[in-house]
């Protein structure tokens, strides 16, 4: 077949349901309201640890429109559950009386309004035995260290010319996207479960769910068409979801319930805090000799939660030795979750923080000394990278950066009382892809529908999956229809890890072939057809029509050829599995920083930022500029403001709102540019050629900032964020 005209993919489009989410009419979760609701609210536990020696729920029964209160006293036991991810026991709510972190559910009260069940849900008197929670990183007991080397690390740190020391550590972090998290839940026939609920991974809740309450897969449905936000939170099941789904059970109404936004502290996983040791050598000319890593995560004390921490130290630069340790840290907490760059994010701040040391201490341009220690393959897994152009985003970033204007000097450039600095970082993120299926139908009247039960938690799914297949079709965007978040559609992988475009765009591009190409078999083969006889190598479609390619005027629409042949509809199913492969895959950046620090007060602006990325194909620059904006901004807020803060003594999270969580703000947002390398496809990743960049435009943003710090005071803060108080 011949290939399609790009007419969609590539151009700057406004998201198909950007209108339905600001006029309010996009239904999100917590917005579904079926016959007969009820709603719920959780009673979450006031100490840190021990274990529940009563509940009073005498005064919260009394109240008005009152229906019941669920705790492990007399709530049904689940069925038991083996396996899941991640790895450990996890919590299931109201099966026995112990409290595992401050906030865990304890109890679930439903009314018939959402102000009665609240009011009495605080009337709910809990007793406990209560232990000192273990809540703090540092001098915590960690589990056996996953370890990884290659080399000899420790004989060649020895016998370096340069040796640097640093310990490094990250606060915890909050995902705080804007919609709380929601379910409504509703049991018909006994055992058939519909929920509407917010999620990256429909099907994931479908088994989830199904192997919680014992039922099979096909007797749940999930919805989540509208996702208002998350970043990582939503991939997974929790116990309030789990609850809400038991109390629709127990009283035979569908319930609703919507989490606060103190209990999203609480109850629904983080980006993990982390203590970060490296120790690098390298010769006089910067080249890197050996690295040691060794780090300390926490996780929960019933769940083990693992990142790709270790992953820049592993292939971001050659590096001959290299010796790391991973361990997790068990403590009194929910479990973590992945976050934006998981992983990358974190890493990339130590790596990139400690080459800007090294650069720093022999003289060197950061940008030189990492063009130095370039590899030619990755040095992790062997293999050669499909593509790498990291030289590119150093080079355009800094000449669109003004790099030249850097002073090296630390603390040497003003600006009245306030301190300039500048910096910059590199960023990594691996290229995800899974296997994926859709189902394409186009209608008689032109018009078609595009099925997949994938997610959109802010990218724009909808919008960049309709252009794949308006072109593949070719039919306008306004003719194209694609649908999500339903269980009852094709299977596809978590929306999360930047893999939706490579898997559920490869599956529509696909499915779209297939459907255009039995229009065409259709035309050519009907001799009543204008394209009869055509060989259908040499037929395309524009604006719905099929014409040949080199004679525009012999053609017919597919409204024509299917009314002719008594057609109302055509059908395909779209379907993509990664095959193996033998090349290293990543997405790449250059994050450049300006900043200016008050000398006095130690405050710190971020004046400008710029992102230059190797991501492969871009489907729709506008959503990716938004993506790269949204990563800059998240990556700000790490290296500058977001801290979650506990209290010792019994596990509270202190600032658990937005009022005391800081996160920037549009004040904050400073002159922000994003470039996308074009003629980056790369088609060894998947057929379409993307590489994912939802996660990798946070990565490298806050070593960069660091960096431009260190540059305007001469001060090194190696831990985030960096407080006016650590530069005073």
């Given at each position: ?14 998201r ?31 100490v ?8 009073d ?56 309004t ?32 996953e ?52 999620s ?31 970043f990582?939170n939503?991939?997974?099941?929790w116990?309030h ?27 629904v ?23 040691v890593h060794?780090?300390n ?5 019933y ?6 921490t ?7 630069y050659s ?20 976050m ?17 040391e ?6 060197l ?5 990492r063009?130095r220690n ?10 050669p990278?499909?593509?790498r ?16 204007r ?22 990594v993120?691996?290229?995800?892809h899974?296997?994926?299926q ?14 997949s ?11 960049s ?20 978040g339903?269980?009852?559609f ?48 040499d ?12 004679n ?7 409204r ?30 250059a ?18 930022m ?18 790269a ?10 290296a ?16 658990a ?5 800081l ?34 435009v ?13 540059n ?17």
């Amino acid at each position: 077949m011949s290939p399609q005209p790009q007419a969609a993919v590539g151009t700057p489009t406004t998201r198909v349901d950007g209108r339905l989410r600001v006029t309010g009419k996009a239904k999100y979760a917590g917005d579904h309201s079926p016959d007969g609701v009820v709603h719920a609210v959780i009673v979450d536990s006031s100490v840190g640890r021990g274990r529940i020696t009563g509940f009073d729920t005498r005064a919260a029964l009394t109240q008005p429109g009152v229906l019941k209160v669920i705790s492990h006293l007399n709530a049904p036991k689940l069925p038991p559950v083996r396996g899941g991810f991640p790895p450990g026991e996890p919590l299931r709510p109201f099966q026995d009386d112990r409290v595992r972190f401050f906030g865990q559910p304890v109890a679930i009260v439903v009314a018939t309004t959402l102000e009665g069940a609240q009011h009495a849900a605080s009337l709910v008197e809990v007793s406990y035995d209560a232990e000192r929670p273990s809540t703090d990183l540092t001098g915590a007991d960690g589990e056996e260290a996953e370890t990884y080397a290659r080399g000899d690390a420790a004989h060649a740190l020895e016998s370096a010319d340069v040796r640097l020391e640093m310990t490094y550590r990250t606060a915890r972090n909050h995902h705080n996207p804007m919609e709380p998290h929601a379910i409504v839940a509703q049991w018909d026939d006994g055992d058939r479960l519909t929920v509407w609920e917010k999620s990256q991974w429909v099907q994931g809740a479908v088994f989830n769910l199904s192997g919680q309450f014992g039922i099979p897969p096909q007797n749940v449905r999930v919805i989540s068409e509208f996702v208002g936000g998350a970043f990582g939170n939503s991939a997974r099941t929790w116990p309030h979801s789990i609850a809400a789904v038991l109390a629709a059970r127990e009283l035979k109404r569908p319930v609703k319930l919507v989490l606060t936004r103190r209990q999203l502290f609480f109850s629904v996983g983080f980006r993990p805090a982390y203590e970060y040791q490296l120790r690098l050598g390298a010769d006089r000319r910067g080249r890197l000799i050996a690295t040691v890593h060794d780090v300390n995560a926490e996780t929960s004390s019933y769940e083990r939660h693992q990142e790709r921490t270790l992953g820049p130290g592993q292939m971001l630069y050659s590096t001959p030795n290299v010796q790391q340790a991973y361990r997790t840290v068990p403590l009194d907490v929910n479990t973590p979750t992945f976050m934006r760059g998981p992983g990358y994010a974190t890493g990339s701040f130590v790596v990139e923080s400690a080459m800007d040391e090294l650069a720093h201490e022999l003289g060197l341009d950061p940008i030189e000394l990492r063009l130095r220690n370039e590899p030619a393959a990755d040095e992790f897994t062997g293999q050669p990278f499909s593509t790498r152009r990291l030289r590119e985003c150093y080079r355009v970033g800094a000449r669109e950066f003004g790099w030249d204007r850097r002073n090296p000097e630390p603390r040497s450039t003003r600006d009245g009382d306030w301190l300039i600095g500048m910096g910059m970082a590199a960023g990594v993120y691996d290229t995800m892809h899974s296997a994926a299926q859709c189902s394409v139908r186009l209608d008689v009247d032109g018009s078609a529908l595009i099925t997949s039960v994938t997610s959109d938690m802010g990218p724009g799914t909808a919008t960049s999956m309709t252009q794949v297949a308006a072109d593949a079709l070719g039919l306008t965007m306004r003719r194209v229809t694609f649908q999500l978040g339903d269980s009852r559609f094709p299977p596809a992988p978590v929306h999360a890890g930047s893999q939706t475009m490579a898997s559920v765009g490869s599956t529509v591009q696909d499915g779209c072939d297939k459907l255009r190409e039995q229009a065409i078999r259709l035309a050519v083969e009907d001799e009543d057809s204008p394209l009869h006889g055509v060989g259908a190598a040499d037929v395309v479609v524009r604006n719905g029509r099929l014409h040949v390619k080199d004679n525009p005027a012999r053609g017919e629409t597919y409204r024509q050829l299917l009314t002719r042949n008594n057609r109302t509809h055509l059908e395909a199913g779209g379907s993509w599995t990664p095959p193996e492969s033998r090349s290293s895959m990543y997405a790449y950046n250059a994050t450049f920083a300006e900043v200016a620090v008050d000398a006095r007060l130690g405050l710190v602006r971020v004046r400008r930022m710029l992102g230059v990325y190797d991501a492969g194909r871009i489907i729709s620059p506008k959503l990716a500029g938004s993506q790269a904006l949204g990563g800059m901004i998240g990556g700000m807020g790490a290296a500058l403001l977001e801290h979650t803060v506990t209290d010792p003594r019994d596990g509270r999270i202190v600032n658990a709102s937005l009022a005391d969580y800081l996160v920037p703000v549009n004040a904050d947002s400073p002159d922000l540019k994003a470039i996308y390398l074009d003629r980056g496809e790369d088609r060894e990743a998947d057929p379409i050629g993307v590489k994912g960049l939802g996660e990798v435009v946070i990565v490298g943003v806050a070593p960069a900032i660091a960096n431009a710090v260190f540059n305007a005071t001469g001060r090194r803060v190696r831990a985030l964020p960096i407080t006016p108080e650590a530069l005073l």
